[in-house]
């Protein structure tokens, strides 16, 4: 169950006044009001799990992609992927592939 992180929109007390985390099931409808005191909230996203999956969603993604284009032999499309990525010894690999001489 993923855990929810809710601020309040008015003021409230001392357990939701800062912003609270709740354990929820994904069909769960967000909470409207603090348990507690009955304080109108707001569910976040947590900037957590943000920083967690993003970055490696991209670096999947970005191998994936660089695999695809070295198994069709697009060997310039992978050589220019790779180099942006900062992968400069796959993208050098990938350049010589291509044709290119350094
Ligand atoms: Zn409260």
């Known amino acids: 169950m ?7 929109i008015q003021a409230g007390c001392s357990y939701c006044g800062k912003g609270f985390d709740v354990l ?3 069909s769960e409808p967000p909470l409207q009001h ?4 009955g304080a109108r909230v707001r569910r976040v996203i947590s900037s957590f799990s943000a920083c967690v999956s993003e970055p490696a ?13 070295e198994s ?16 400069k010894e796959r993208a050098m690999d990938d350049y010589k592939k291509a044709g ?3």
């Open 72 to 87: 069709e032999g697009k060997w310039s499309h992978a050589a220019e992927m790779a180099d942006k990525a900062g992968l």
């Open 57 to 69: 969603g991209e670096a999947a993604s970005l191998d994936s992609r660089l695999n695809g284009y």
């Open 34 to 37: 603090c348990p507690r005191c």
């Open 100 to 102: 290119y001489n350094f």
């Open 24 to 26: 929820q099931k994904i």
């Open 2 to 8: 993923p855990i929810y992180e809710y601020q309040p």
